[in-house]
């Protein structure tokens, strides 16, 4: 008996031992467990709150507002078109509006220069001095350069001595030529009287013609002179070179020192009228009459000038002129616009879209072009009536601009065209109608809403990451305390 009792003791110890070791693995088995059904809670948190609330957010969605929309479904009571039905297929919709419509005829153009003046000398001689910047805008008679003018004021000293020289032959001539004409009134006297042989009297009169053929000698002189002291102050004046239209000048081609001449084609510089300038387009010859016939009637047709883009209007000038004749290769015809370009908006060679104002239609019926639809009737429009459904009218375009189309008479203004969501509905389907506006309000507030829902997530999200770690920070120290107390 005392033998076996020490070891049942020993078997006790044992057991009691062995269940000590084997309770804090239990811990950490259950601590795992819940750490792990704390991270599903999280992860899946969002998807178990819409599986339980969608059932409400349906039946929300499916119940018919009793608002002052009519009985219209929410979104649809955002509208502008007095409401629409419960069934209604949501549409995009606007009012054909009256309005005058400008008629324009489109080319691409090319901008030149009003006037092109190439500056050139008209002397030969070294340029001595060039009074004009690269780029400058000058006047017309503007100096602009100065060709030496030494050689052509020599010129013009030697003409006034050749006059002067002229003037003194003609004096002396002409007191020769009294004297003479004296000797000849007595020896005709003497003759009369038979005092003198006739060969005398003869003598004498041939001196009289011989002066007089000297004045004549001398009066040529001085002309001469005269017109050489003309060409050489021409020749000064030449010299000085100046502008001769008003315009920007170009690069500067020649610089002082050299020597110029009158028959260099390229010249000093060049000048380009900008004010006015002038655009050439072309139209097609299809539209070529109409234009003739307003010129005819001496109507000022308008042109716009705008950018590469087509978004930026540059200047408005009027039309001047058209080609005699239109080019076969193109099939088009070319005009020409003036423009007085007062902020030079315009510059040489740049390219631009021309906007011809053709004719106006006054008192239009007008609707957007995304109304248009084209079926086997022809053209044809969903127009939204008063019971809030939608109806097929075939119209005829008169006229379009741009986005605009201008309908015959088969619309009347203030009515509804639908221009979004057409391939959704049909011929007599009840619509939902709403504005451009009202849509884009109603989309913005949507971004808004999902913003707001998806940050609220961001902060559910970082406040459960730290309920998690603060849970698994306790429970790993009761395990490690344990541990220690083990």
């Known amino acids: 008996m005392n033998s076996n009792l020490p070891l049942e003791l020993n078997e006790e110890k044992l057991a009691s031992r062995s269940a000590g070791r084997r309770s804090p693995l239990r811990m950490l088995f259950w601590a795992v ?42 979104r649809g009571g955002r509208g502008n078109f007095n409401g629409a039905g419960p069934n209604g297929t949501v549409v995009t919709a606007v009012p054909a509006r009256k309005a005058d419509m400008p008629i324009y005829l489109r080319g691409l153009g090319n901008v030149t ?25 000058v006047r017309e008679n503007e100096p602009l350069a100065q060709v030496d003018p030494r050689p052509f004021e020599v010129q013009l000293a030697q003409a006034k001595a050749q006059r002067d020289q002229a003037n003194g032959n003609l004096q002396r001539d002409t007191a020769l030529l009294r004297s003479a004409q004296t000797e000849y009134d007595r020896n005709k006297t003497l003759l009369d009287k038979g005092l003198i042989p006739k060969q005398q009297f003869d003598i004498q009169a041939a001196s009289v013609d011989q002066y007089k053929g000297s004045i004549a000698a001398d009066q040529a002189a001085i002309e001469t002179a005269e017109a050489a002291i003309a060409n050489a102050n021409l020749q000064i004046t030449y010299s000085k070179i100046t502008a001769p239209i008003s315009g920007r000048i170009g690069l500067r081609l020649v610089d002082p020192g050299n020597i110029v001449r009158a028959a260099d084609p390229n010249g000093i510089a060049l000048i380009a009228q900008l004010q006015p300038i002038a655009v050439l387009f072309n139209i097609p010859e299809d539209n070529l009459a109409s234009v003739l016939q307003k010129l005819r009637k001496g109507d000022r047709l308008r042109v716009e000038a705008w950018d590469r883009d087509d978004q930026t209007k540059l200047a408005t000038g009027t039309l001047l002129t058209v080609d005699n004749q239109i080019d076969q290769s193109t099939g088009t015809s070319k ?27 006054r008192a239009a019926t007008i609707i957007p072009m995304a109304a248009i639809q084209r079926g086997s009737q022809g053209l044809y429009v969903y127009v939204v009536g008063d019971d809030k459904r939608a109806q097929i009218r075939t119209v005829t375009i008169k006229n379009n601009q741009e986005n605009d189309v201008s309908i015959n008479k088969e619309l009347k203004p203030g009515e509804l ?31 808004a809403s999902a913003a707001v829902r998806q940050q609220q997530r961001g902060f559910r999200g970082q406040g459960g990451g730290r309920g998690d770690g603060g849970r698994g920070q306790g429970q790993g120290q009761g395990q490690d305390q344990g541990f220690r107390g083990q």
């Open 417 to 447: 065209v639908v221009i979004e969501g057409m391939d959704r509905i049909q011929d007599g389907a009840r619509v939902d109608a709403q504005s451009p506006e009202d849509q884009a309000a109603a989309v913005a507030a949507a971004a």
């Open 113 to 137: 220069a009003y006037s092109n003046v190439t500056v050139k000398p008209r002397v030969d001689g070294q340029l001595v001095n060039v009074a004009f910047q690269e780029g400058q805008f």
């Open 33 to 74: 467990v819940l750490i792990g059904g704390a991270f599903a809670a999280y992860r899946y948190y969002d998807s178990l709150v819409s599986l339980v609330r969608r059932p409400t957010t349906v039946d929300a969605a499916a119940a018919p507002d009793a608002g002052p929309g009519g009985g219209g479904r929410g």
């Open 335 to 361: 005009l020409k616009a003036v423009f007085d370009n007062k902020d030079n908006a315009l510059y040489p060679n740049q390219f631009v879209n021309v906007h011809l104002l053709l004719d106006v239609e």
